[in-house]
């Protein structure tokens, strides 16, 4: 959430703040036009029975949401007050199971759709229900989009009816049997006796108390732990401090919600007790984070490997270029070495910071993910076709000549931005560990990560400019550079040919169109420009500044593009397409099962597939041990896959895990090997 909406809420609070003063009153200052609210009741009031109120509330449209009791990090939980006849007692309000929305890092808990809180009325044997007035009351509530929040408030009076069996159903019913709790350091541990055997895929521990002592609380955002032994289901919270440690002792019981999702889930009540299961096996939760300096190695090797990697191969024809430049003079060939650098790890870093901010407003985004967005493919497609014009001679970019032209620290600064921008589909090994880390560490120690993956990714050249012994020993410069830079206009073009296949699977046919037509009108100028440099005409980079404007005009006012449904084929038998609960009832079947995840756009991805999956043997194997096969298309952008991804620590794809029956995921290496797989299907 940004600024102006972080602020926007905080007045809003405020406002709500204010309306104890209209419980009093019992007048309406804000209304409930966002989310309606009525009072119904089961049925007349029987003396010495409980009589069931409830308060249906209906939001006006799908994007407004109500909250829990607790709302979390933001929001409010409602405040109601009835008018009941003397001697009758309103008990606890009974919620369904709430759901949960993360926002620029907020956890809300929240109710989506039509949904009812039900108050019990204790009404005592002695009452006089004959002629009883009607039961009226205030409510206050808080009304949110995930742009804004409205303050609500309404005067109730009791109608009967209402659908009070579906309501019921919704509740969460109470646990029969007491849990525990207990806080250790910065940890709040909630034992829940349950059947064994129960899923928990989807389990999430919702709390009512907003305050355990000592100045601490629950981190609603934060990863819960799981660990499960035989009747016994132990959620880990962590907890944050919101102010200084008092002396207010920690609650003498703790209540809450345990959701299994789509709306199950029961309630709950613990006491403080020990807690056990410190040893075993946790079945979800934060991973260990290995050392920051241990990180920021791995991704300074990953980088450093990635030049190496088949998706950053269409652009080491630059950087060969650039490398036969440094065998110049010792100084231009530092400052080419140190403009490259900085191009990478500025990329890189920026890319990063990109996603980070991304991911601090609420979207689900990894490594490589402009590369989902056509725009962005259509804008590399007329890069690399210009690239391409531009290693057939057809013109020169100032600064980028190979034969007796001057360095230029420019054009070796665009080299390395381009470098780093067009390796983002790989992520190679020792990436995975690193990338998937930052994405859930504090900014800063996630924006180092990425930068020295740019650092990696830059070293070679970086050292190349400051060794002279290793610079000595590359081609010296001649004709021969011509024909290198004409021949490395095959692997440029099959890079246009791939961007053109990306843009047929995530654009409309119309969109391919209107880019096809600017194709030609590209080429055409660059032509023209080619000539004008021929003739010695001035006015070049103005020329050059006028076609890169015209390229991103063009891309600008381009409708936006209507997504494809991507269907990618496969030799593996009907792979099923991935979604969590289709891998739950995979795993719940017995059988082995295996997971890929891919993309159209992720050269390594479809090396692996056509070296280890796609191939017959693996299909044999994989049918002789009953594998059930499932793949994760990250394509186009999804939201489930992307939450899943960062689950297992991963920030892009591919992504492979191996679960052996009864066993948890088996992560497995980035760059498969033709027997990897059938071994696996063989243990």
Same mark, same amino acid.
């Given at each position: 959430m940004d600024g102006w909406r972080a602020g926007l809420v905080l007045l809003f609070l405020l406002l709500a703040s204010l309306v104890p003063g209209s419980l009093a009153a019992q007048e309406a200052r804000f209304g409930d036009d966002n989310i309606s609210v009525e009072l119904r009741s089961d049925g007349a009031p029987v003396a010495g029975e409980t009589w069931m109120l409830a308060l249906r509330f209906s939001p006006r449209s799908p994007e407004w949401h109500g909250y829990w009791s607790n709302p979390g990090d933001a929001g409010q939980?409602?405040?109601?007050? /009835?008018?009941?006849?003397?001697?009758?007692?309103?008990?606890? &309000? !009974?919620? %369904?199971?709430?759901?949960?929305?993360?926002?620029?890092?907020?956890?809300?808990?929240?109710?989506?759709?039509?949904?009812?809180?039900?108050?019990?009325?204790?009404?005592?044997?002695?009452?006089?229900?004959?002629?009883?007035?009607?039961?009226?009351?205030?409510?206050?509530y808080l009304a949110c989009t995930d742009r804004i929040c409205v303050p609500q408030d309404a005067v109730l009076q009791a109608r009967e009816g209402g659908d009070f069996r579906s309501w019921r159903a919704q509740i969460a019913p109470e646990l029969d049997s007491t849990a525990g709790f207990e806080i250790s350091g910065d940890r709040l541990r909630v034992g829940i006796p349950l059947p064994e055997g129960l899923?928990?895929? *989807?389990?999430?521990?919702? #709390?009512?108390?907003?305050? /355990?002592?000592?100045?601490?609380?629950?981190?609603?955002?934060?990863?819960?732990?799981?660990?499960?032994?035989?009747?016994?289901?132990?959620?880990?919270?962590?907890?944050?401090?919101?102010?200084k440690a008092d002396d207010v002792p920690q609650p003498e019981k703790i209540g809450g919600i345990l959701s299994f999702g789509n709306g199950q889930g029961v309630r709950f009540e613990a006491e403080p007790r020990d807690v056990p299961l410190e040893n075993v096996k946790p079945i979800r939760g934060a991973v260990e984070m290995p050392p920051l300096w241990l990180l920021l190695l791995a991704s300074l090797v990953g980088g450093l490997l990635l030049n190496i990697m088949p998706c950053v191969f269409p652009i080491l024809s630059l950087k060969a270029l650039a490398l036969a430049k440094a065998g110049g003079e010792e100084a231009a060939a530092r400052r080419d070495a140190i403009a490259y650098t900085a191009g990478v790890v500025l990329a890189c870093a920026g890319l990063g910071a990109a996603i980070l901010l991304l991911r601090s407003a609420g979207e689900q985004v990894g490594w490589a993910f402009q590369l989902q967005e056509p725009r962005v493919v259509g804008g590399l497609f007329l890069l690399m076709l210009a690239i391409t014009a531009n290693f057939l001679g057809l013109f020169q970019v100032p600064g980028m000549a190979i034969a007796g032209g001057k360095q230029s620290v420019r054009g070796s600064f665009g080299t390395g931005?381009?470098?780093?921008?067009?390796?983002?589909?790989?992520?190679?090994?020792?990436?995975?560990?690193?990338?998937?880390?930052?994405? @859930?560490?504090? &900014?800063? *120690?996630?924006?180092?990560?990425?930068?020295?993956?740019? @650092?990696?990714?830059?070293?070679?050249?970086? !050292?190349?400019?400051?060794?002279?012994?290793?610079?000595?020993? /590359? &081609?010296?410069?001649? %004709?021969?550079?011509?024909?290198?830079?004409?021949?490395?206009? +095959?692997?440029?073009?099959?890079?246009?040919?791939?961007?053109?296949? /990306?843009?047929?699977?995530?654009?409309?046919?119309?969109?391919?169109?209107?880019?096809?037509? @600017?194709?030609?009108?590209?080429?055409? !100028?660059?032509?023209?420009?080619?000539?004008?440099?021929?003739?010695?005409?001035?006015?070049?980079?103005?020329?050059?500044?006028?076609?890169? =404007?015209?390229? #991103?005009?063009?891309?600008?006012?381009?409708?936006? &593009?209507? %997504?494809?449904?991507?269907?990618?084929?496969?030799? +593996?038998? =009907?792979?099923?397409?991935?979604?969590?609960?289709? !891998?739950?009832?995979?795993?719940?079947?017995?059988?082995?099962?295996?997971?890929?995840?891919?993309?159209?756009?992720?050269?390594?991805?479809?090396?692996?597939?056509?070296?280890? +999956?796609?191939?017959?043997?693996?299909?044999?194997?994989?049918?002789?041990?009953?594998? +059930?096969?499932?793949?994760g298309d990250w394509t186009l952008g999804d939201e489930e896959i992307a939450n899943f991804l960062s689950a297992q620590g991963a920030a892009g794809v591919p992504l492979y895990l191996w679960y052996a029956p009864g066993d948890d995921a088996r992560q497995l290496p980035q760059v498969l090997t033709p027997a990897m797989l059938r071994e696996l299907a063989a243990e």
């Open positions: 939980g409602m405040q109601l007050s /009835l008018n009941l006849p003397e001697g009758w007692e309103a008990g606890e &309000p !009974l919620y %369904p199971v709430p759901k949960t929305l993360l926002i620029s890092g907020l956890m809300n808990h929240i109710y989506e759709g039509e949904y009812a809180v039900l108050v019990p009325i204790d009404v005592p044997e002695q009452a006089a229900v004959a002629n009883v007035a009607p039961v009226t009351g205030f409510v206050s899923d928990f895929t *989807e389990v999430h521990l919702f #709390i009512e108390n907003t305050d /355990l002592g000592s100045g601490v609380s629950p981190d609603y955002a934060a990863v819960q732990t799981l660990v499960s032994e035989g009747n016994l289901l132990v959620v880990e919270v962590p907890l944050k401090r919101f102010g931005l381009l470098a780093a921008f067009v390796a983002t589909p790989c992520t190679g090994p020792f990436m995975a560990l690193a990338l998937g880390a930052a994405l @859930v560490l504090r &900014p800063i *120690e996630g924006f180092a990560i990425f930068t020295a993956l740019g @650092v990696g990714l830059a070293l070679p050249f970086l !050292l190349l400019g400051f060794i002279p012994a290793w610079r000595r020993k /590359l &081609p010296k410069p001649g %004709p021969w550079m011509e024909r290198f830079r004409r021949w490395m206009a +095959i692997p440029m073009g099959l890079t246009v040919l791939a961007l053109v296949w /990306l843009l047929t699977r995530i654009a409309d046919t119309f969109w391919l169109v209107m880019l096809g037509a @600017v194709a030609p009108l590209l080429l055409a !100028l660059l032509a023209s420009l080619g000539q004008r440099q021929a003739k010695g005409l001035g006015g070049g980079k103005l020329f050059f500044a006028a076609i890169v =404007a015209l390229s #991103i005009f063009a891309l600008s006012i381009f409708p936006e &593009p209507e %997504p494809r449904e991507v269907r990618a084929e496969s030799s +593996i038998h =009907a792979p099923i397409a991935f979604s969590e609960s289709a !891998l739950a009832e995979a795993r719940a079947s017995g059988r082995p099962v295996f997971v890929w995840f891919t993309a159209d756009w992720c050269v390594t991805c479809k090396v692996n597939e056509s070296v280890a +999956i796609e191939r017959e043997e693996t299909l044999a194997a994989f049918e002789a041990a009953d594998v +059930i096969t499932m793949r």
